[in-house]
């Protein structure tokens, strides 16, 4: 899948040593969502391990993990995000938790796994 969503755009982050991060190319109403294109892997499975170079962009769909292909791989954490996780199925969402801006750039609570795993800060 290639991704087609027109109302986000990639520029460097905001965040220091951060490098790209995704920002809003129009306003963004609460609740709007961002279906994340990507690549479905079973969680624990052969693939999971041969995809290991991703692990810190894979994100928990029950038994699944889906690798990011598309802008969902570019969103940076931060402990005051802009925008949450959202699991219907095997389809994984980031969901608007305010509005947002114009220009602004889009964050996500990464799991306290992850923030630990790979030594990230907001």
């Known amino acids: 899948m290639t991704e ?12 220091p040593g951060a490098g790209e991060g995704l920002f809003a190319a129009v ?13 479905l892997v079973m969680a624990n499975s052969e693939s999971d391990r041969c995809t290991d170079y991703a ?6 769909a029950g038994e699944l993990l889906l690798i990011p292909t598309g802008w969902g791989a570019k969103v940076n954490h931060s402990d005051d995000p802009n925008v949450r996780k959202v699991v219907e199925g095997q389809d994984v969402y ?11 750039e889009l964050f996500f609570r990464y799991h306290e796994y992850a ?3 790979f030594g990230l800060k907001s």
């Open 27 to 39: 306003p963004i109403s609460g609740g709007d969502r961002l279906r994340i294109v990507g690549v």
């Open 4 to 15: 087609t969503d027109e109302r986000f755009y990639v520029a460097p982050s905001t965040l």
């Open 55 to 60: 692990d810190r962009y894979k994100l928990r």
């Open 94 to 104: 980031l969901e608007a938790l305010r509005p947002i801006a114009k220009d602004e």
């Open 115 to 117: 923030t630990s795993r």
